[in-house]
């Protein structure tokens, strides 16, 4: 008998766009004949559509047609969304509603198996800035921070410039993909970027730019909840940094893998992967960012959730090990069912 597993796209977050590329990654990647594909929609007003994916081969405008789904439902009255649900993918869910814990809580209230972590260490690795204390606090070398916000009325445009000069980096804590972020050249810029971030969030990251190599390296949990970290991707953006421009145009980054640096090198990138996953209480998958400077790794955030479109880094790693992007969403839906049984999520 085949499982059902629906796949969770688009919702709420300025990531929409990058979840449907993901999710159709996993739908045309799925093995069939193990899995029946339940497609299900999150618009931008969090109402839930769903459609059951045929056998046959299917295009993206398909996908994205709502003529073929059922709904809208909302949240409270989605019953019908998730019956016969195996498990439920949310790989390609990203940013705020599907990567901070929000979506895990009410998977949870419902007892559905998911994919990737549970509620507390997807909040913890959305939060830029929780995660850096988390980070620091478990021995981990992070960039040199500032938060400017409601929160924290000390820290002055002035503090910044003085501490950070430019460029610098300016964040809202809970967006992912490069989005709602800039990297600020003067006094200007900075002053502009606090003012528009800090609509979509009461406090706001600032980080010094480290000057170095850049690295990514995903974690992955067995079926068996062993861990076991993919090797490490370099990361040559050919824009100004690794924006959202460099993460999903072809052509706009060079993203080698493995990365051609000595052994012992590599190992450390692993190790510090496999730590910040932990430390987190990540499961499932994660994929963290760092940057290798004067010796040193500095650790920049954890994804939870990473993409699963053609582009992206994490199904780059798995067949760079020797596997399939197939075998990689086996094993994540594998691995959830494991940690359901068990009583692990």
Not at 73 to 94: Q, R, T, Y
């Amino acid at each position: 008998m085949t499982l059902q597993v629906n796949i969770l796209m688009g919702g709420p977050s300025a990531e929409h766009e990058v979840s449907l590329n993901s999710a159709f990654g996993i739908i045309t990647n799925l093995d069939r004949s193990k899995y029946r594909i339940r497609a299900v929609f999150v618009s931008k007003s969090k109402e839930f559509f769903f459609y059951d994916i045929p056998e046959h081969t299917l295009s993206f405008n398909e996908m994205l047609n709502l003529q073929n789904y059922k709904g809208p439902f909302n949240l409270a009255d989605s019953k019908p969304v998730w019956e016969g649900c195996g498990v439920v993918f949310l790989g390609a869910l990203h940013g705020s509603f599907g990567e901070d814990g929000t979506i895990q809580g009410a998977l949870d209230a419902m007892d559905l198996a998911y994919t990737g972590s549970g509620v507390t260490a997807s909040a913890l690795a959305m939060d830029k800035i929780l995660s850096k204390f988390v980070y620091i606090q478990n021995g981990l070398t992070v960039p040199p921070f500032s938060i400017f916000g409601k929160n924290f009325p000390q820290t002055t445009i002035a503090e910044i410039s003085s501490k950070h000069r430019f460029p610098c980096f300016v964040k809202a804590p809970q967006s992912g993909s490069s989005r709602l972020m800039g990297k600020a050249d003067s006094i200007e810029s900075l002053s502009r970027m606090l003012t528009e971030l800090r609509q979509c969030s009461p406090n706001i990251l600032i980080e010094s730019a480290v000057n170095g190599i850049e690295f990514t390296c995903a974690v992955i949990e067995e079926p068996d909840g062993t861990l076991t970290a993919l090797p490490p991707i370099e990361i040559r953006p050919k824009t100004s940094f690794f924006d959202y421009t460099a993460k999903y145009t072809d052509g706009a980054s060079e993203e080698i893998v493995p990365a051609p640096y000595p052994e012992e090198l590599l190992e450390r990138i692993k190790a510090a992967a496999l730590t910040a996953h932990n430390i987190l209480g990540c499961s499932g998958v994660s994929r963290t960012d760092m940057i290798y400077s004067d010796d040193k790794l500095f650790v920049l955030e954890t994804n939870t959730l990473p993409g699963f479109t053609r582009n992206s880094l994490l199904p780059k790693a798995f067949m760079a090990a020797g596997g399939s992007y197939a075998q990689l969403l086996d094993k994540l839906i594998q691995s959830a069912l494991f940690r359901k049984k068990t009583g692990a999520l």
